[in-house]
Every structure is written in C-alpha cells, then in structure tokens.
C-alpha cells in the first residue's frame, strides 16, 4: 500500500510539473505568436521585437541615407507607426518575433495594371505595339465583365502582397463602367493601399461616374487614392484635355504613358502635355525612356514624377531609361511592375533590373542607381513621387503602419555578409514572412492572410478563358 501510494505521489507531481510546462509553454506563445489572423486587424498595439536589423528610410532614426538601426523594434499603435529603437516597452502588445529577420517599409509599387493577371504570357514575342494589339485593345468595346476585372485584380492583389508591396498604382484600362467597379471591389477587399488611375475620356456619363467614384468609393476608404489616367498624343488630344480638366476639377493628379517605345515619338506626346496645361507638378509619367535632355530639362522644371517599369521595358523591348540623367536633374523617380508585360510581381527582380539595365548598358558598376538607391525608390521614393509621402514610405513615427519583415536565414540570403546589398541581390517573395498595412497583418508568417487561394485561382482561370476568347488568335 505504501509503494502505491508513493507510486502515485510520483505520478501526481509528475503531471504537476508536465501540465505546468504547458501552461508556461502556451503563455509564453500567447506573448511572441498569437493565436490568430484576427489578432493583427489594425487595432491596438503589436511590437515587432529583436529585428536585427531595421531600415527605417528615415536619416533621421538611425545610421546613413536609409536610417539603418541594428538590434531594434518597432512598435505599432493603431494604423500608425508609434515608436522605433531598442528595448522598446512591449508589454500589453501583441509581438512579432523579429529575431534574425531585416524590417523596412513595404514597397510602393507606382504603375501596374491588376487586372492583366489574366493576360500573362500573351505575345511575349512582341514590342510594345504589337503586344497592345494583341493583348489590351482588342478588349476595347468587347463584352469584358465585372467578374473578370474582380477575378485579375483579386489574383494580383495577393501575388504583390507576398512580395512585400503595400501601395499598389493601378492604372486601369476601365473597358467599361462595371469592369471598373470589379477592379475597385477587388482592390478595397485586398486591404491594400492602392491608388486608382482611372482612364479618362470626353465622354460626359463616363466623367460623372468618375466623379461619383472619387465620391462614393475613394473618399470613404482611408486607404484609397483617386487619379485621371489618360495617353497624351496629338491624335487623343480632347481626350486629355478633358482628363487634365478633370483631374484638377478632382483635386487628383493625372497619370500618363509616356515616350515609352520609338512608336511614341511620332505621337506629339510632349507638345499634346503643354498644350493641355498638363505639364504640373502632380503629373506622373510612366516608362520616359526615349527622351531627349531637353525633355528631361522640361520634365524636372515642371516637377513631373517618373515611374520606372524595367523588366516590362525589357520584356517590350522599350528601351532604357536615363536614371543617371534624372538623378542629376532631381527628378522623383519610384519603380513599378506594369502588369502583363512585366511577368512577375516580384519587387526585388524589379529592383535587380534597375541596377543592371543601367550597368549593363555603361559598362560602369557605379553608375546610379546602387543598391540602396533602388531600395530607396522602392519605398520612400515611390511614395514621394506619388505625393504621399506624409503617410507611407518610411518608419517614421506617425505615419502609417505599412512594412514588411524579411527572413535573413534562408539558404537563399544567409549568412550575413552586406544585408542591403543581399535584399536586393538575393531576396525572393518567400523571404517575406509579414506584411502589415494599415496596421493590419496581410501576411504572415509566409502566408498571404484571409485568402482561398485555390477559389482565387480558379476564378482568375475562368476570367482568362473568357477573355482569351475575345483575343485575336
């Protein structure tokens, strides 16, 4: 009896001590991994501990032109940035462990088009001419859908998150009214920030409902932006003039393609902007890739932003942008993935391209842009270029929660030689572990947050099946 009952007092303490383990063990995951997606919705305070390193884009906070702190937190308050710096008070937050792990400000993409999701690899033997023939203007007058606009811009929106993006550009065709509300739907649920260029026209009933837009769909949302996009050509002249009259009417800037391809200097591109009074700070540029000094000089005097679309430019055939030319001139330049034609929304492939186009085509490995150049371009500097960057672009305390957490201990990154260099160099989208926007964690730990992948998939198939159909063959 007494052997029993000291096999029992054994057996009870053990069990003691195993179930106290688990309480401390679950505490504990309480603290650094919280249960849910729900945790990480915006509100209250979440504490990115321990990062080993932080890129703030803010001289100000830490050491050189990127703000660079070793060893630090960052803590989120709300939809804001509330503090940056070491041993930061995390108690009553919400923690990401950040050990190991490189935090800097999401990535603003300037220029994309979501919707091309379903027009991947059309006419991939084409310049820039012959792909719109092929691929977009076909669609102009044809019976595209809200479903189709909603399934590429949902498919698209999840493929940027996951490579670290947190403002998205989208410069959509709006081939119709209910395929522009397919598009804005999609995006408002992605939880992006976005900014929405919408394509301008003469046409009255299309304005107003532009106007009803900017009204009933931009305004209310904190993260949405409106813009008038339009394409600037002696032959598209009252349509521009009309977009320009538009833009200023709304307060909001106007969005062009610009000397892209060769095909565009027959165009009169830069005389139709002075003629519409177009040529403002505010107006931003996409690709200007063949231009003259004297179109730079014009360009920098007015004050006009420049998005930098590489690998579509190569994919095209287009060109290469005069980045070293800009950069003298002072221009405000950010980089974007153009749609279709760019084949990846990788950032990290598109900051790669920036930095061997131009080394590529002057033999010079220091020519402008090093390294963390583009990755200045990517975040800060798209934000300045798209005037927002009051609120985005940095880890600036008071501006918005929008940043990423990279992995620095994968076999593709590790082991720690030059960690700017190597964010650029050796970065792929699985190295991004949490993406936050607003506050709100979109991903997390690797996984895209709140999607069915397999349900948006398969509808983005359906949308390009139908859209293949109304292609030429």
Request: charged share 20%; net charge neutral.
């Amino acid at each position: 009896m007494q052997q029993r009952r000291s096999v029992l007092s054994v057996f009870t303490l053990t069990l003691a001590v195993v179930l106290g383990a688990a309480l401390l063990t679950n505490l504990g995951r309480t603290a650094a991994e919280p249960a849910s997606d729900a945790e990480f919705t915006g509100s209250g305070r979440v504490v990115i501990r321990d990062a080993a390193m932080v890129l703030t884009m803010d001289s100000k906070l830490g050491e050189g032109p990127l703000g660079a702190l070793a060893d630090a937190d960052v803590v989120m308050e709300g939809n804001k940035i509330k503090e940056v710096g070491k041993d930061l008070d995390a108690r009553g937050a919400r923690v990401v462990d950040a050990r190991g792990k490189i935090v800097l400000p999401g990535f603003v993409d300037m220029h994309n088009h979501l919707w091309q999701s379903l027009i991947r690899g059309c006419a991939a033997d084409k310049e820039l001419v012959g792909w719109l023939g092929k691929c977009v203007i076909p669609l102009y007058g044809a019976p595209v859908t809200d479903a189709d606009a909603y399934a590429g811009t949902k498919l698209s929106a999840a493929d940027v998150v996951s490579t670290g993006i947190t403002t998205v550009t989208d410069w959509s065709h709006a081939f119709n009214i209910d395929f522009a509300k397919g598009g804005l739907r999609a995006l408002a649920e992605s939880k992006l920030r976005f900014v929405y260029s919408y394509n301008g026209t003469t046409n009255a009933a299309l304005q107003d409902e532009i106007r009803r837009v900017k009204r009933e769909v931009i305004d209310p949302n904190p993260l949405a932006h409106l813009q008038v996009g339009t394409h600037p050509s002696t032959g598209n002249f009252p349509s521009l003039e009309a977009s320009e009259k538009l833009a200023r009417e709304l307060g909001v800037s106007l969005n062009v393609h610009l000397l892209e391809s060769k095909a565009d200097l027959t165009e009169g591109q830069m005389d139709a902007l002075r003629r519409a009074n177009a040529l403002h700070s505010g107006l931003v540029a996409n690709h200007v890739i063949q231009t003259t000094d004297a179109d730079l000089d014009e360009l920098a005097r007015a004050g006009v932003s420049v998005a930098h679309n590489p690998l579509s430019n190569m994919r095209l055939a287009s060109g290469v942008i005069r980045l070293p030319e800009m950069k003298k001139r002072g221009m405000k330049v950010g980089l974007g993935l153009d749609g279709g034609t760019n084949d990846t929304s990788d950032m990290f492939n598109v900051m790669r391209a920036a930095v061997g186009l131009q080394r590529a085509t002057t033999t010079d490995p220091a020519v402008y842009p090093a390294t963390a150049d583009v990755l200045r371009m990517a975040t800060l500097g798209g934000a300045e270029a798209l005037g927002l960057d009051r609120e985005i672009g940095s880890l600036t305390p008071g501006k918005k929660a929008d940043l990423q957490v990279i992995d620095a201990q994968s076999v593709n990154f590790a082991p720690k030689v030059d960690w700017v260099n190597q964010l650029v160099f050796n970065t792929q989208p699985a190295n991004v572990s949490w993406v936050f926007v607003d506050g709100r964690a979109l991903k997390r730990d690797g996984r895209v947050a709140g999607i069915d992948t397999a349900k948006v998939v398969a509808d983005a198939q359906l949308a390009a099946d139908h859209l293949k159909k109304l292609l030429p063959q």
